[in-house]
Nanobody, 123 residues
Framework: QVQLVESGGGLVQAGGSLRLSCEAS????????MGWFRQAPGKEREFVGR????????YYADSVKGRFTMSRDSARNAVYLQMNSLKPEDTAVYYC????????????????WGQGTQVTVSS
């Protein structure tokens, strides 16, 4: 079955960096666009960024643009989220997701989801 497994979360001070990884199995990775979402305590899950199946197109939420960068490695069936200049408001559980249909920013287009990894940014 399809599995998406996130890793790399943790506790970091404001201004620091973290790199999240998401390893995919059970699917043809090169056929899927990938997205990152996050959910802060007491808030709805929100879009962070997406990357096309080829890796040639990336789009980010305004709140992370210029600080976060997505990449993917087809050899490893993995997608990454490099997070720099972290802020306390970036604290959330981060989820990766895969879609075979459209590379979009809304949850409903994504077919598969990981379990999430916690990112905590202290002030």
């Amino acid at each position: 079955q399809v599995q998406l497994v996130e890793s790399g979360g943790g506790l970091v001070q404001a201004g620091g960096s973290l790199r999240l990884s998401c390893e995919a199995s059970g699917l043809t990775f090169s056929s899927y666009a990938m997205g990152w979402f996050r959910q802060a305590p007491g808030k709805e899950r929100e879009f962070v960024g997406r990357i096309s199946s080829s890796g040639g197109y990336r789009y980010y939420a305004d709140s992370v643009k210029g600080r976060f960068t997505m990449s993917r490695d087809s050899a490893r069936n993995a997608v990454y989220l490099q997070m720099n200049s972290l802020k306390p408001e970036d604290t959330a559980v981060y989820y990766c997701a895969a879609t075979s249909t459209i590379c979009g920013s809304v949850e409903r287009v994504y077919d598969y989801w990981g379990q999430g990894t916690q990112v905590t940014v202290s002030s």
